[in-house]
Nanobody
Framework: QVQLVESGGGLVQAGGSLRLSCAAS????????MGWFRQAPGKEREFVAA????????NYADSVKGRFTITRDNAKNVVYLQMNTLKPEDTAIYYC?????????????????WGQGTQVTVSL
């Protein structure tokens, strides 16, 4: 099992940047593909980005391509989501998730472990 704790959320103006971090417990972090998802009020959870075990493969939602970057540091057991040029529509709770069943999967059903989430609010 792996436990995930997100941090780095907050309030930022449109056009600004934030970097989210997700710290994982355990010694097997590199065996998991990692993903970020988000859920806005009244909306379903949606895929944001995913990264393979050693970072060679990444996937992004079309809505964040060119603005968000997912990376990982297996030595530190951390996955990051660098978010630039933020827009009000990026406002959501952002969740980190771990998957051992597919390579950088974009479906939430492929992830077995989830963090508690961190709030990101982008103001005009």
């Amino acid at each position: 099992q792996v436990q995930l704790v997100e941090s780095g959320g907050g309030l930022v103006q449109a056009g600004g940047s934030l970097r989210l971090s997700c710290a994982a417990s355990g010694r097997t972090f590199s065996t998991y593909n990692m993903g970020w998802f988000r859920q806005a009020p009244g909306k379903e959870r949606e895929f944001v980005a995913a990264i393979s075990r050693y970072g060679r493969i990444t996937n992004y939602a079309d809505s964040v391509k060119g603005r968000f970057t997912i990376t990982r540091d297996n030595a530190k057991n951390v996955v990051y989501l660098q978010m630039n040029t933020l827009k009000p529509e990026d406002t959501a709770i952002y969740y980190c998730a771990a998957s051992s069943s597919a390579v950088a999967p974009m479906s939430g059903s492929q992830y077995a472990y989830w963090g508690q989430g961190t709030q990101v609010t982008v103001s005009l």
